[in-house]
């Protein structure tokens, strides 16, 4: 997937009626779900966006996953929920992360920790294709608060699979990635707060 311009990113949010935030440092954390439904591959992008102190806007594109991984979808490996995986859907959810010392993923390590709800489906058939569209076509959507924290994967090296390391979190491969988005993000509340908000697009057509 080629990473999007932050031109690009602004358009697409303005068409969905989401807000695209601006002023000096002021980020857009985002992902962008890859139109493959086959779960258990690092095919997303994770982004960071914002404007320095010249009005330039920059985009930083991280390879990850916004979908669980195949022992929480299939129950090979992993106990999924009685009633299905949680999967995000697109959706832009404000302040929906918290940054800064205190906010812990699983209590170890500083990450972007879920403090108010998300929008999710819940993928019960234990197959390995994530049935996204046909759980919002039904009206299975839901909302809460359920951990849906933004992390890395391995802390010391970038993985070759998903695997049990997205139950339904949005996750970097690569810690370095994670950390430069984080510690920026984190850098910026400063100024803006200790809440940021989280959107997440479906891969769009390119002209």
């Known amino acids: 997937m ?3 311009t932050y031109t690009e990113l602004r358009d697409q949010l303005d068409a969905r009626s989401y807000r695209f935030f601006t002023g000096a440092w ?3 954390v985002m992902g962008i779900r890859n139109a493959n439904r086959e779960a258990g591959q690092w095919d997303d992008l994770l982004l960071l966006a914002y404007e320095d102190d010249r009005g330039e806007g920059h985009v ?3 390879a990850g996953t916004t979908d669980p991984g195949l022992p929480w979808l299939t129950g090979k490996g992993a106990k999924p929920h009685r009633q299905g995986t949680a999967i995000l859907v697109p959706q832009q959810s404000r302040g929906c ?3 800064g010392p205190s906010y812990l993923h699983a209590g170890r390590y500083p990450c972007f920790k879920q403090v108010a709800p998300m929008a999710f489906v819940r993928d019960n058939d234990r197959d390995t294709v994530l049935d996204i569209e046909e759980l919002i076509a ?3 959507v839901e909302h809460g608060v359920r951990g849906f924290n933004g ?3 391995s802390a010391h090296t970038a993985v070759p699979n998903v695997g049990l390391y997205s139950a339904a979190c949005q996750v970097w491969r690569r810690p370095g990635d994670f950390l430069h988005a984080l510690d920026f993000v984190t850098w910026a509340s400063q100024w803006y707060g200790d809440r940021v908000t989280y959107t997440l697009l479906d891969q769009w057509l390119e002209a």
């Open 2 to 4: 080629r990473p999007p």
């Open 26 to 28: 002021n980020p857009n």
């Open 60 to 62: 930083h594109a991280y």
């Open 97 to 99: 992360w918290g940054v």
């Open 138 to 140: 039904a009206g299975k």
């Open 151 to 153: 992390h890395r994967a």
